[in-house]
Each structure stands twice: as structure tokens, then as C-alpha cells.
Nanobody, 115 residues
Framework: QVHFVESGGGLVQPGGSLRLSCAAS????????AGWYRQAPGRQREWVASITTGGSTHYVDSVKGRFTISRDNAKNTVYLQMNSLKPEDTAVYYC?????????WGQGTQVTVSS
């Protein structure tokens, strides 16, 4: 069983920055693709970004140029650097790993962008 600990969420003003972290219980990020989803109140969960084992990154159009996903295999951690935040980025953010036929999820961390 894989366990994640997410951190870094909080309240930030529009235009501000946050860095989310997702620490795994083992060296899973070096072996499988990982990423982030988010879910805003009353909306479906939305894929945000992903990173492959080779380091290729992909983003939903709405965050391109503002968010950066990265991975530190030595720390078993995946990050999501979020800059130029907008109120529409407000959501609970979840990290995930796709390991074969199984997907493992973090517990979620709240990001609120408001003045």
C-alpha cells in the first residue's frame, strides 16, 4: 500500500504563488508516472498536470505557463509550483500515481485564491 502526505496548500491572494508537495512512503515516483488533479466545489475532478518517469511534463491548458510539476526521486516527492494564481484555481488538489492497473491518491490539500 502506498501512502502520500500532501502539504503546501493555503490561502493566497490573486497573483500569488504556492508550492504543493506530495511525499510518498516509498520510491514510487521513480518507477511510475505521477501528477495532480484538482476539484473545485460543485465541479468534477479535473486533471491538472503530470510527469513521466523520463521527466516529460504535461499540463491542462488553463495552467500552462503558470504551473510547473517536478519530481525529486531522492526525496520520494512530487511538487507542483503554482504561480500567478487566479481565483478559478481555488480547489482541493490531489496528487496521484498510476502504478500498472492501480491508481493511488493523496488525501488532498486545499488551495484558496482570494483577496
Amino acid at each position: 500500500q502506498v501512502h502520500f502526505v500532501e502539504s503546501g496548500g493555503g490561502l493566497v491572494q490573486p497573483g500569488g504563488s504556492l508550492r504543493l508537495s506530495c511525499a510518498a512512503s516509498g520510491s514510487i515516483f521513480s518507477r511510475f508516472a505521477a501528477g495532480w488533479y484538482r476539484q473545485a466545489p460543485g465541479r468534477q475532478r479535473e486533471w491538472v498536470a503530470s510527469i513521466t518517469t523520463g521527466g516529460s511534463t504535461h499540463y491542462v491548458d488553463s495552467v500552462k505557463g503558470r504551473f510547473t510539476i517536478s519530481r525529486d526521486n531522492a526525496k520520494n516527492t512530487v511538487y507542483l509550483q503554482m504561480n500567478s494564481l487566479k481565483p478559478e484555481d481555488t480547489a482541493v488538489y490531489y496528487c496521484y500515481v498510476v502504478a500498472g492497473t492501480s491508481t493511488y491518491w493523496g488525501q488532498g490539500t486545499q488551495v484558496t485564491v482570494s483577496s
